[in-house]
């Protein structure tokens, strides 16, 4: 017995030191890729030219050394860029002025300040079906296939780029339907909106942006980024991680438009978080896209950069996560500040324009404060001139509805739920607005 004991013991001592081990051999890594990052990101301050701090990014937590703002008294003032004003001061007030003149700048503006621009060498993407099934969802034969979309690596064989795709119809629907493509995990994915998309005949899609550009601050020699920019730093206005994504929704679109099950006059886009920036920008950058759902997007989304309240710029530059912009986008965190962007959230928004936008919200008390719901509303409302100008309509408000309360009569729509960082509680009420536009018979 004793023997047994004293090799249990040893056993047991063996574990305990691989645990701590193993943890030490973790945080030692992660501590090794956020030093590379903070890296990364100091060279591209060099290659902007930017010699002086950032400023101090504010903490989310009201204990944290430079605390955000959560006060609405103490927002302050800030005056919007007049999306129908040209750089040189001429009012807008024609579609054609909008279309020849005035879009183009700002499409311009958030290229070469915020997003960045996707490089002409760009290849094109490949796809292929890897397997294909007919399976329940809800209830609903659904036919499901995993695709494969592959970039020619020659030109630099170190970066591999293989993105995945899942498109969903169904399986009882003999003709085109409308498809919503959501920026998410296909593993992870809940069955809730798709069975809410089944349940109007309509199909989903799944685009794992991470197999388009790693999420990962240490990795642009990697994904799209590393394959166009052949491993050499990006240029100051190269694109983001955010623009890549969007660019490999695009590319989901152009295979869609080659599957005889998908209508692809009606494809939309969905994201949370940052996916839900990475939407918006696919939706305001390729006018194929029908209609968006953009999610809980914050800062770098919906939300207008200039108003202080809760996340701001600062935070959203540093190691890990300062690649999902451009190179000059940095520079509003130190030299330069919110208030000189040529552009803002409002003007994004309108690059969608006459197409449907929805833009939704958590609670500020169960977990989307940080968000800030009403910067994301106001990055909404704003956009209503140019939507006008269009023919179509805007929330019809600037004043911030209660909680709970659906702004859905119009061509930019706004709700913000009950729950936290979640689209989950505003589907319903999104598919239900969606409808208007992809009803049978509806173009």
């Known amino acids: 017995m004793g023997k047994i004991l004293a090799v249990g013991a040893a056993l047991l001592a063996v574990l305990i030191a691989g645990y701590f081990i193993r943890r030490a051999w973790i945080h030692s ?5 956020s030093r590379q990052a903070a890296r990364n990101l100091e060279l591209m301050r060099e290659k902007v030219g930017i010699t002086v701090p950032f400023r101090p ?15 609405e008294s103490k927002v302050g003032d800030y005056v919007l860029p007049d999306p129908l004003v040209t750089d040189n001061g001429e009012t ?3 579609p054609e002025q909008w279309w020849e003149k005035r879009r183009p700048e700002i499409v311009e503006h958030f290229e070469r300040e915020i997003y960045g621009r996707v490089p002409e060498t760009v290849p094109p993407i490949k796809w292929r079906v890897v397997s294909e099934d007919t399976i329940n969802v809800g209830g609903y034969a659904v036919r499901e296939r995993l695709l494969s979309g592959t970039a020619d690596s020659s030109a630099y064989p170190s970066a591999k780029v293989e993105i995945r795709l899942l498109l969903a119809t169904p399986a009882d629907v003999h003709e085109a339907v409308p498809v919503l493509l959501k920026l998410s995990s296909i593993r992870r994915s809940q069955d809730d909106w798709k069975t809410l998309l089944l349940s109007k005949r309509w199909g989903y899609a799944i685009l794992e942006p991470w197999t388009v550009q790693p999420d990962d601050g240490t990795l642009l020699g990697e994904g799209i980024i590393g394959l166009t920019a052949r491993g050499e730093m990006r240029k100051p206005d190269d694109w983001g991680a955010i623009r890549a994504w969007a660019w490999g929704a695009s590319k989901a679109l152009d295979y869609f438009e080659t599957d005889e099950a998908v ?5 939309g886009v969905e994201g949370l978080s940052r996916f839900g920036k990475a939407a918006l920008v696919a939706m305001a950058f390729d006018q194929r896209f029908s ?6 997007s914050g800062a770098g989304g919906a939300k207008i950069l200039r108003r202080r309240y809760a996340e701001q710029l600062e935070n959203i530059v540093v190691p890990r996560n300062f690649f999902w912009f451009c190179g000059n986008f940095l520079k509003y965190a130190s030299t330069l500040t919110p208030d000189d962007l040529p552009v803002d959230a409002h003007e ?3 690059l969608c324009a006459p197409r449907p936008v929805f833009i939704s919200s958590g609670s500020i008390e169960n977990g989307d404060r ?6 994301m509303f106001l990055g909404a409302a704003h956009a209503e001139s140019v939507y006008e100008l269009l023919g179509k309509k805007g929330l019809g408000t600037t004043t911030f509805p209660p909680e709970g309360t659906a702004l859905t009569d119009g061509d930019v729509a706004f709700r913000q739920h009950h729950e936290g960082h979640t689209a989950g509680p505003n589907w319903p009420v999104f598919l239900e607005w969606a409808e208007r536009y992809w009803s049978a018979g509806t173009e």
């Open 29 to 33: 890594a992660i501590a090794r890729k």
């Open 57 to 71: 990014a504010p903490a989310q937590h009201p204990e944290g050394p430079d605390p955000a703002n959560f006060d």
């Open 92 to 94: 807008v007030s024609t």
């Open 263 to 267: 209508d692809s006059r009606r494809v």
């Open 291 to 296: 209609l968006a759902l953009v999610a809980s």
């Open 348 to 350: 994004l928004v309108a």
């Open 370 to 375: 940080w968000m800030d719901p009403k910067g």
